[in-house]
């Protein structure tokens, strides 16, 4: 039998890997997980309940008890949540406490498709396809200004570039499970693709891996 088909897909915020990833997973017929929502919920439980984000222990704790119902939470999608989730992922026992759910993810017989910071790196070194995405902070910060705009939201693009910056050197600074490319990743830089390009691009490179 062959290895089951599975892809990372890693990157950067507001890179466009949730919707890369939606549309390779429809397209090669493999279920799908976001693991950022992961991170998400227990930014959200965290915060909800007044735990300081910083507070590593009362994190774990949350994450430790994370039920996967939560995950359904249409606030998670939020920008804020976004947030609070990266301010939760410098936590060692945070991240510790999430790895087996996406470790079975990503075994499944069926083969999967798994986006976040650190699949190819951590999660799933042997993922048969492995994508990085980017896109230059500035574009990322006009599309996630563009998408805050659309919901009705006011916003400012210079505070949403502010943030992706600090975003960026918070999730590549930590100290376990650092946003980076694997070495083996196919580097797919979206700054001049829309996102039919990035999926032409991204289908052409699991090919090739798959050649
Ligand atoms: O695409 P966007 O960055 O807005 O959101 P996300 O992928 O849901 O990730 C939110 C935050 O969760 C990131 O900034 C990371 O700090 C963290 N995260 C992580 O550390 N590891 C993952 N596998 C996924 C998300």
Redesign the pocket.
């Known amino acids: 039998m062959s290895r089951p088909l599975t892809i990372a897909i890693d990157g ?4 466009g ?2 919707t890369l990833a939606k549309r390779i997973a429809a397209r090669y017929g493999l279920p799908y997980l ?7 919920a227990v930014g959200k439980l965290a915060f909800d309940a007044g735990v300081d984000l910083d507070d590593a222990a009362r994190a774990t704790d949350i994450a430790k008890r994370l039920e996967f119902s939560h995950l359904d939470d249409p606030a998670l999608r939020g920008h804020e949540a ?1 947030e609070h ?2 301010r939760v ?1 410098v936590h060692p026992g945070v ?1 510790a406490a999430l790895v087996d759910f996406q470790r079975s993810f990503a075994g499944q017989h069926a083969g999967a498709v798994l ?5 190819g790196t951590v ?1 799933w070194p042997q993922a048969r396809v492995k994508i990085f995405v980017t896109a230059s902070a500035e574009v990322r910060a006009r599309r996630r200004t563009d998408e805050l705009l659309a919901k009705g939201r006011a916003v400012d693009y210079d505070r949403i570039l502010a943030e992706v910056k600090a ?1 960026d050197e ?2 590549a600074g930590r100290t376990v ?1 650092p946003l980076k490319a694997a070495d083996d990743a196919h580097l797919l830089d979206t700054s001049e693709l829309d996102i039919d390009g990035a999926f032409r691009a991204a289908c052409e490179a699991i090919e090739r891996s798959l050649a």
């Open positions: 950067p915020a507001a890179a890997k949730g976001d693991t950022g929502l992961l991170y998400r976004g989730a990266s992922a991240r986006d976040g910071r650190d699949i999660i975003r918070r999730d499970a």
